[in-house]
């Protein structure tokens, strides 16, 4: 029985994208029947020879039934779930120069049967400094350097030692240095491998993974697709094991310049590794939440991790631990949410739960329920208390669209999400809209008496901001809010995330008037209304049309109430307008000079971004003589009307995601 599983793992499609692998395959097919056995610690080890070691490991079956396969040097190139599906698959090379082996490229596979890849040292970032002129540069050292590195960066001294070794930073001579770090990379890979489409989703901390030292930064954390981090820490705990097979390795460090501690990525660390307070504190989670100490607490590999199991006939993917069911994604839902057992301690999103009993469990989306039996490769521990209360809500998301949510294609909801480009090339639009948005809160909190002006605003317009519509919206006071879409997936993202948020701080009961419809159908009926703050983005393929761009401003101050807010992303020239349309300008800044875009970068400094794009806080004048001017040109024809009638018809711009293709 055991045989045939892993000849199904070793011949299943898909499982293979490098052709090495194949022939370790194929290889321990050839001798699997040759191949002696023996039991470690609850595992099955298949070996050649009488006595296991890393050379001629080639497979071990965990007490769980999942499988890691290892080629002619014992580095693991695949793992499979108990079924044979596969879990990851690495490609391990030689360096020509050195005979080293190293990792070339690394593919896991995501609960949504989505993949991810890694590439290892994928980019090398080189700049030069100069010290020529400063006080004493003759005699600063490298290590001086480094201190002061540290300073300007506020970052521990200790990470910039680990990352700036002797071949990062390189004396030229004469005061200058050329300063270097390398990253690897993270891929969202569409067509499962790497030869097919692969989209950069981040960077990340330099790993060494011929002897794993770190766990590493994912600098873009929100720019990775759903199931990211537990799939890669999944491979990253395999490899860490393997690696201590007979030498235990080093406990691990989070480091990064700097890091982003969460609660979110504390939970997933300890899921596969144990952590440790340095000497005798306690508060682990303080620690690492604070960046200057994150890197102070050590990582122990976990005896037993979470296991995912695909279940193809079901449809499935669990994800149990201790034989405790943790979590369930569907594929065969447009709704990539995963379903949370509540009892463990998780919390469930958008109503989507999982309660176990005896001999199946039951997935709940708010009134719909589905029982599954249990598998006996899963070997879920039966739950015999009674449930636990979940809790009511007025409404569930849907309530958002009237109860009719539009239809949505589940692999393309997978895929909302900001996303930059790797190297020189303009950032997009949709991953503009978050850098914009920080802006505009922070707009929010500097702009004196904001706080009484918002308290006057009961209706708010939102339109072509699909990206961040969630962001938009304030779940503390009760308002109206209109939000017209054009991506249905991007739009039922954000609703999730409205619901979400406001559900957990008690708070849904003020967003009892949001609206979220659709573009096309509502778009002339929505701007004949008014309202008190708009939150308007003007596409930037517009943005050489200054007839165009014209319409899109006399149209959101038509819908602006006097004293309404107005907050625009568009051209910089059009501030030259806003007071012919009896609007003050507040605030405005080129995004290209906001902190919030010199941060991100920090971590992708060859992007680029259109150097004309702004956003501004405005404010529509009460006078009268202003609103009578508006209103005389509104009655006068124009020449410019024919564009105005376009603009505001249904053919308003759709905003693409970036690098992939969300045709049906």
Avoid at 22 to 32: G, K, P, Q, V
Avoid at 51 to 56: D, L, R
Avoid at 417 to 432: F, M
Wanted: hydrophobic letters at 35%.
């Amino acid at each position: 029985m055991l045989k045939k599983r892993i000849q199904l793992a070793l011949s299943r499609q898909g499982s293979f994208s490098f052709h090495d692998n194949e022939m370790s395959a194929e290889s321990i097919l050839n001798s699997l029947a040759s191949l002696h056995s023996t039991k470690q610690n609850g595992a099955t080890i298949f070996h050649n020879e009488d006595v296991p070691n890393i050379a001629n490991t080639r497979i071990k079956v965990y007490k769980t039934g999942h499988m890691a396969f290892y080629n002619d040097e014992g580095r693991r190139f695949l793992g499979t779930d108990p079924g044979g599906h596969p879990l990851h698959e690495a490609k391990w090379s030689k360096d020509p120069e050195t005979d080293e082996t190293y990792l070339e490229l690394a593919r896991m596979q995501l609960d949504s049967l989505q993949w991810v890849g890694i590439k290892p040292q994928a980019r090398t970032f080189e700049s030069q400094i100069d010290i020529k002129g400063q006080p004493g540069w003759e005699d600063m050292t490298l290590d001086f350097l480094r201190e002061k590195a540290a300073e300007v960066w506020r970052v521990p001294i200790s990470e910039v030692n680990y990352f700036y070794k002797e071949d990062g930073l390189v004396p030229l001579g004469d005061g200058k240095y050329k300063v270097k770090l390398t990253k690897d990379t993270l891929y969202a890979l569409p067509d499962g491998t790497f030869d097919g489409r692969k989209i950069f989703s981040s960077y990340l901390s330099k790993v060494n993974w011929e002897r794993l030292d770190i766990i590493p930064v994912v600098e873009l954390f929100q720019s990775t697709i759903p199931g990211s981090g537990g799939a890669v820490f999944e491979f990253i705990w395999g490899i860490y094991e393997d690696q201590s097979r007979e030498i235990p390795l080093d406990t691990l460090r989070y480091r990064g310049l700097p890091t982003y501690p969460s609660k979110g990525a504390f939970n997933i660390f300890a899921s596969f590794f144990i952590p440790k307070a340095p000497g005798q504190e306690k508060d682990i989670l303080r620690i690492f939440m604070d960046t200057k100490r994150s890197h102070e607490v050590t990582w122990s590999s976990q005896p037993n991790p979470p296991w995912r199991y695909f279940n193809h006939e079901s449809k499935l993917c669990l994800t149990i631990q201790d034989r405790h069911l943790y979590k369930v994604t569907r594929h065969d839902e447009t709704n990539p949410i995963p379903y949370i057992n509540r009892s463990l301690g998780g919390k469930p999103s958008c109503q989507r739960e999982i309660q176990v009993g005896v001999n199946f469990f039951t997935l709940i989306d708010d009134q719909e329920r589905k029982e599954f039996s249990f598998h006996p490769d899963w070997n879920i521990l039966p739950q015999t208390d009674s449930p636990v209360k979940i809790p009511e809500y007025a409404f569930n998301w849907k309530w958002f669209f009237n109860g009719f949510p539009p239809k949505t294609d589940g692999i393309k909801s997978i895929y909302t999400v900001p996303l930059y480009p790797e190297g020189n090339k303009e950032i997009d639009e949709p991953a503009l809209q978050p850098l914009a948005l920080d802006q505009i809160i922070y707009y929010m909190e500097m702009s004196p008496g904001m706080p009484a002006k918002l308290e006057k605003v009961e209706r708010v317009l939102v339109h072509t901001f699909d990206m961040s519509i969630a962001g938009c919206v304030d779940s503390t006071h009760e308002r109206e809010y209109t939000i017209l879409f054009s991506d249905p997936e991007l739009a039922q993202k954000n609703a999730y995330q409205l619901w979400d948020y406001a559900a957990k701080r008690k708070e849904l009961d003020n967003l009892k008037k949001v609206s979220f419809l659709p573009e096309k159908e509502h778009l002339e009926e929505v701007y004949n209304d008014k309202y008190g703050m708009i939150f308007k983005w003007i596409p930037m393929f517009y943005f050489q049309d200054r007839g165009v761009c014209q319409q899109i401003l006399a149209s959101s101050v038509r819908a602006l109430l006097p004293d309404g807010i107005l907050f625009l992303v568009g051209p910089r020239a059009i501030k030259g307008m806003f007071d012919h349309y009896g609007l003050d300008c507040l605030y405005s800044d080129l995004m290209m000079n906001m902190p919030f875009y010199r941060q991100h970068l920090k971590l992708c400094p060859e992007n680029l971004i259109n150097q004309d794009i702004t956003v501004f806080l405005t404010e529509k004048r009460g006078s009268v003589e202003t609103k009578k001017e508006l209103e005389a040109e509104a009655s006068t024809p124009s020449s410019d009307s024919e564009t105005e009638s376009q603009v505001n018809s249904a053919s308003e711009p759709i905003i693409p995601l970036r690098n992939f293709n969300r045709e049906n």
